[in-house]
């Protein structure tokens, strides 16, 4: 399965986010990396603000390239607003899921308990993490995992009231998805419109 495997600290900085998660690096030098990384730099183009904000979504989601553009592609096939549908499709994802239910504390630790079998769909396991979650389904560890440390651990505390289009029954470990997230409560900081100007260059 193809994913980004680069320095993640890295990237974060150069965002100025933690889109990675809780990233003590980041937070310490919260300016650019490179030499010149706490300096001024030049204006940046149109452009080049459109791109950063396309680059910052897919990592913040772990999406690869191919697989961002066909999903773009697709949220353009939609009615409505194209940036919130993009966002809404990559908020379906399976492994995005996982995070947003807390069975594991960042999408990249979502996206390996998907590809090692560890997550059910209405109790059929399922390995792919880009798998479009549909209203009305269950996203459950499998049993036989449910005592997985890292798992136990990441549900440990965790506020599950803080996504409404989801809902946690903490006993079973499954969490049901009620609907699409509607644009206003999904918490991630991209201009989705960007992207949009961006591809339609």
């Given at each position: 399965?193809?994913?980004?495997?680069?320095?993640?600290?890295?990237?974060?900085?150069k965002?100025?986010?933690?889109?990675?998660?809780?990233?003590?690096?980041?937070?310490?030098?919260?300016?650019?990396?490179?030499?010149?990384?706490?300096?001024?730099k030049?204006?940046?183009?149109?452009?080049g603000?459109?791109?950063?904000?396309?680059?910052?979504?897919?990592?913040t989601?772990?999406?690869?390239?191919k697989?961002?553009r066909?999903?773009?592609?697709?949220?353009?096939?939609?009615?409505?607003?194209?940036?919130?549908?993009?966002?809404?499709?990559?908020?379906?994802r399976?492994?995005?899921v996982?995070?947003?239910?807390?069975?594991?504390?960042?999408?990249?630790?979502?996206r390996?308990?998907?590809?090692?079998k560890?997550?059910?769909?209405d109790g059929e396991?399922?390995?792919?993490?880009?798998?479009?979650?549909?209203?009305?389904?269950?996203?459950?560890?499998?049993?036989?995992d449910?005592?997985?440390?890292v798992i136990?651990?990441?549900?440990?505390?965790?506020?599950?009231?803080?996504?409404?289009?989801?809902?946690?029954?903490?006993?079973?470990?499954?969490?049901?998805?009620l609907?699409?997230?509607?644009?206003?409560?999904?918490?991630?900081?991209?201009?989705?419109?960007?992207?949009?100007?961006?591809?339609?260059?």
């Open positions: 399965m193809a994913r980004y495997t680069g320095p993640k600290s890295k990237i974060a900085r965002f100025g986010e933690p889109i990675f998660g809780p990233d003590k690096a980041q937070a310490r030098r919260n300016y650019p990396p490179g030499q010149h990384g706490n300096t001024r030049r204006k940046t183009s149109e452009y603000v459109q791109l950063k904000e396309k680059q910052k979504a897919k990592y989601y772990g999406v690869l390239e697989q961002f066909n999903l773009f592609e697709k949220a353009q096939a939609h009615s409505g607003i194209t940036g919130e549908i993009l966002l809404k499709l990559l908020e379906c399976l492994d995005n996982v995070y947003r239910l807390g069975i594991a504390k960042t999408r990249s630790a979502a390996q308990l998907v590809s090692h560890h997550i059910t769909v396991v399922v390995n792919i993490p880009s798998y479009s979650v549909k209203q009305g389904q269950v996203i459950a560890v499998r049993e036989k449910k005592s997985m440390v136990v651990d990441a549900l440990n505390g965790f506020n599950h009231s803080k996504y409404p289009w989801l809902e946690w029954d903490n006993t079973a470990m499954a969490g049901k998805f609907h699409t997230p509607e644009r206003a409560d999904i918490p991630e900081n991209i201009k989705e419109q960007l992207i949009v100007e961006l591809y339609s260059k």
